[in-house]
């Protein structure tokens, strides 16, 4: 009898506690979801305004004014590959599909790479999907097939986006580059600043990503082996825990950088500078 009872007690249920309360929580759990839902949507929102406030067609002036203010590039306009891009930053004049802005193929991947990224996820299933909105708080759906069906397992090309995004981090750091050295000049101004801590922050989040850490050393068995890539593991480590950070950080960064390119393009704001 002694034995069947602890047999019976040392059992797991497979289903669910019948709890009729969506939560026991009593704190206010709800905040981070939410600051979650209005941040990530206000970047959505002002993501596809400016992607689509160009006037990159054929007579309408200068179009560039909008996302370029020499030596000025804006992020989400690089690099910068249609008809009405400057000469100074144009890789090259693109004149297939004149009407459609070079910010909506240009974010495809960068964009990729963050909707698939592990804290992202974390952020929208928890902010968007509710499932579930916060630790030991009960979700709305009857069902959880997580990321073995579609359309979520595509969530699986996370590694493909990162390697794509390294290119675009190059682009953006030579982008940088160009603002400071213009005509032969080292020009140095707030925008060569913003541009500058756009770049930062993004290369925190790229090289903190999860799969970043694992391309490293994430498959070795034996760090004593592999020196080099045991040390790069350590550091990628150190910006994978301040990972959230980064990622907001860098997504604001973008959406600032590009705002205050746009300010100086149209004479609202002035950028002081200094030519040396």
């Not at 497979?14 to 209005?38: M, Q, S």
């Not at 698939?116 to 996820?121: D, F, I, L, S």
């Not at 390697?163 to 675009?168: D, G, Q």
């Not at 760090?223 to 790069?232: C, D, E, M, Q, V």
Request: with cysteine; net charge positive.
């Amino acid at each position: 009898m002694a034995t069947q009872s602890v047999a019976t007690q040392g059992s797991r249920s497979t289903e669910r506690a019948t709890i009729r309360a969506k939560t026991l929580r009593t704190d206010r759990w709800w905040i981070d979801p939410a600051i979650t839902f209005v941040v990530f949507t206000a970047f959505v929102i002002y993501a596809t305004w400016a992607a689509f406030n160009h006037p990159l067609v054929y007579g309408h002036g200068a179009p560039h004014r909008i996302f370029y203010a020499k030596p000025y590039l804006s992020p989400l306009y690089s690099p910068c590959v249609a008809h009405g891009c400057p000469s100074d930053v144009a890789w090259w004049h693109w004149d297939a599909w004149q009407w459609l802005s070079p910010a909506l193929y240009i974010l495809i991947f960068p964009l990729g790479f963050r909707a698939t990224c592990y804290y992202y996820r974390r952020a929208y299933y928890r902010s968007y999907w509710l499932s579930p909105p916060a630790c030991a708080v009960a979700e709305p759906h009857k069902r959880y097939s997580g990321e073995t069906r579609f359309p979520l397992i595509l969530q699986n090309v996370h590694r493909y986006f990162w390697y794509a995004t390294l290119v675009f981090a190059g682009i953006l750091t030579y982008d940088v580059v160009l603002a400071f050295i213009y005509k032969g000049h080292f020009f140095l101004g707030v925008g060569t600043a913003v541009m500058l801590i756009n770049v930062v922050l993004i290369w925190g989040y790229q090289l903190g990503c999860h799969s970043c850490r694992h391309i490293t050393a994430g498959r070795l068995n034996h760090f004593s082996k592999h020196p080099i890539r045991y040390k790069w593991w350590t550091f990628v480590s150190k910006l994978n825990h301040w990972h959230r950070h980064w990622a907001w950080a860098s997504l604001i960064s973008i959406a600032c950088t590009d705002l205050y390119i746009r300010l100086v393009a149209n004479g609202t704001i002035t950028d002081y500078h200094h030519v040396f």
